[in-house]
């Protein structure tokens, strides 16, 4: 990297995390720290919603997974406007009648303390998984394409983060999160322009999408009903719609964001306005990834994007085995171009036959490209069981350092530490939020005042902090990040939001049953997840569906218990 992309990247972060400081100095209660003291305009709860989700995970992973699979992830958000909806018509109204600081508070109005506090815990689980993961995920990318050491990388993010998110709770979380997603999109539609300005001259963005159409790159809606394929239109409209109703409805992590809001509408609208961008957002970042992959048609890529994987074969007694691979892989690159330049001619001539040709030619070439990038990550795994085969987090990482011009390197790595910190702030908020109010105050300690209140906030919060890096420190990449955190979320939200169900719905049942079930549904869908009964996303709507039926049971046997004993 340059001086001009270390001058960049250094001001960036140091801007953010000062204004972060500067602006939100000084809460002087629960309600300040904690809400923000609801002063937070739509616009703001929304940005703030939209980069609270879309972490570092989702500008490294999203373009390589439309690289290598093309533009069917985008499936996964398809119920997210619907869940907006009901949050909007459900959630906020009883949140804001019930005036709350946060979501498990409502639990033990509606049922009991245990309940709300096993409910705290499984947000506690998960969240703490995940902000550790959303600290590594850029971390262990970035410390292996530029050579810094892992420990330290998650050590100063977690430290940038650790300083505005404690000092100024979640007004100072809101405002720095409106600048990150202005310099995130701004990094993001620089690198797209630059990308097409890179493709050959007669390349226009229409022929590109050709281009990626013919590898089959933009093959978005998939209605296949087997629930073992990962991502179709019935598990996104379904499963991402429990994923994103529990997410947004019950993580406090989100719900945080508004309840900040100036007034129920202003929270309503905030959450509407993230319904409304949010799959066009995923799908401009994918389409990113797919013009990513239509420029290395033209342009050689490398057999493996993941530099750790390369180095360990290099290094075994496997290297001649990899080296018969790549240059068989550069026999694929050189056909590929002439495949592309061929399809590309046949476009001006128009002509059917011709075109329909280069595209057979084109898919031909795909699947030995396919198999050879197969055949090398056996031979990886072979070297060192322990290096991580799959590259789909390094491709865009390996485009912007080895393409994008000097002064863009440093913004775009900006950009991917900006929206680690901003998720990773969200996090952090929420649990020290989580754990001061809902599990050392309401259990351990009934009166306090309000200094005392948010200074436990800010310990807990600090303690967060270093609980993130630790597991950051200890945590293992594998298969793609960003399907990583969606796998954690899904294993727990549905239980979740199925508790959420219930005391919103089923006045009838009691803390009790609820209780039960959930202790009972966590410990099936964990089993059901390790043993792969279905595809993650199902796992959401499976708990959800799963712990509401166990309570109606268990509080249909109680009352037939109790009633039994009346009688007697």
Sequence with gaps: MSALDWIILAGTLLFIVGYGVWKTKGSKSVKDYVLGGNEAKWWTIGLSVMATQASAITFLSTPGQAFHDGMGFVQFYFGLPLAMIVICLVFIPIYHRLKVHTAYEFLEKRFDLKTRTLTALLFLIQRGLAAGITIYAPAIILSAVLGWDLGPLTIAIGILVIIYTVSGGTKAVSVTQKQQMFIIMTGMFIAFFFILGYLPPDITFSKAMKIAGASEKLNILNFDLDTSTRYTFWSGITGGFFLALSYFGTDQSQVQRYLSGKSMRESQLGLIFNGVLKIPMQFFILLVGVMVFVFYQYNNAPLNFSPAATDAVANSAYASDYK??????????????????????????????????????????????????????????????????????????????????????????????????????????????????????????????????????????????????????????????????????????????????????????????????ALITQVIVILGWYLDWMSYLWLNLFGCVLVILLAILIELFDRTQRDSQISN
């Design 324 to 517: 018969l691979l790549q240059d068989r892989h550069l026999e694929i690159e050189e056909a590929k171009k002439i495949a592309q330049n061929k399809y590309s001619a046949a476009l001006d001539l128009k002509e059917y036959t011709a075109i329909e040709d280069a595209k057979a030619e084109i898919i031909k070439i795909n699947t030995q490209d396919r198999s050879n990038r197969e055949a090398a990550k056996l031979i990886i795994s072979k070297a060192d069981s322990n290096v991580e085969t799959n590259d789909k987090d390094y491709v865009f990482i390996h485009f912007i350092l080895n393409y994008l011009p000097k002064g863009l390197i440093g913004l775009l790595l900006a950009v991917i530490l900006s929206a680690a910190m901003s998720s990773t702030a969200s996090e952090l908020n929420a649990l020290g939020t989580i754990t001061a109010l809902d599990l050392y105050k309401r259990n351990m300690e009934e009166d306090v005042t309000p200094e005392k209140d948010v200074r436990i906030a800010k310990i807990f919060t600090l303690v967060w902090g270093i609980i993130a890096i630790a597991i950051a420190n200890v945590a293992n990449l594998f298969d793609n990040l960003i399907q990583l955190v969606n796998i954690i979320g899904s294993i727990f939200y549905g239980n979740v939001l199925g508790i959420f169900l219930l005391a919103f719905f089923l006045k009838f049942v009691r803390g009790n049953a609820v209780f039960i079930a």
